[in-house]
């Protein structure tokens, strides 16, 4: 089986799973909420109801007071590909879990979903984020395997992040990252 196949394999069992759960995980009242959320996001006022907020320990004794509500609405725009998101709720979604995933010692399997989109949409615009995000920990680059890069421009990418002055090694790892999707 091709690694294409399997991704797609998995994108689509994953996406099913979460559909199949999505009527007992969301509960009536909070649909309307969610996606009043995600079409009016405005970074001043709502930020802080999907940033990273430490509450513990790390690993089982974490806790983060925001990670049900970001959750859902990670989950929601997961779901719902025809719900237009602002990108920068999803570079703030992509910040804050990978964020999270360092501390919690683990990454929502979403987050491959979401990192594909904020991709596909923008382009180069947050890739410093998703890179943030992408290196952070083995379990945010292991989250992303499951990325399609079909849609997504990786050559606008790379002359974007070739372009820049200064090549810290955030940009040099991702140069070899989107190199190695060609």
């Not at 994953?14 to 079409?39: G, M």
Request: hydrophobic share 35%; with cysteine.
């Amino acid at each position: 089986m091709s690694q294409k196949s399997t991704k797609n394999n998995y994108k689509e069992n994953f996406l099913n799973i979460l559909a199949e759960v999505e009527d007992t995980y969301y509960k009536s009242q909070e649909i309307s909420t969610i996606r009043r959320f995600i079409e009016e996001y405005n970074p001043t006022n709502d930020f802080l109801k999907i940033c990273f907020s430490r509450s513990g320990g790390n690993g089982i004794e974490f806790k983060d007071r925001n990670q049900d509500f970001r959750d859902k609405i990670a989950i929601y725009i997961c779901l719902n590909t025809d719900v237009t998101v602002s990108p920068l709720l999803l570079s703030d979604l992509i910040q804050e879990t990978g964020k999270a995933s360092r501390d919690s010692w683990g990454a929502p399997e979403y987050l491959f979903l979401l990192s594909e989109r904020l991709l596909k949409e923008t382009g180069g615009k947050y890739i410093e984020t998703f890179g943030e995000m992408l290196f952070s920990n083995m379990d945010t680059y292991g989250a992303c395997i499951g990325i399609d890069f079909k849609n997504i421009d990786i050559l606008g990418i790379l002359d974007e992040l070739k372009r820049k002055e200064q090549k810290d090694k955030l940009i040099l790892d991702l140069i070899e990252y989107f190199e190695a999707q060609l």
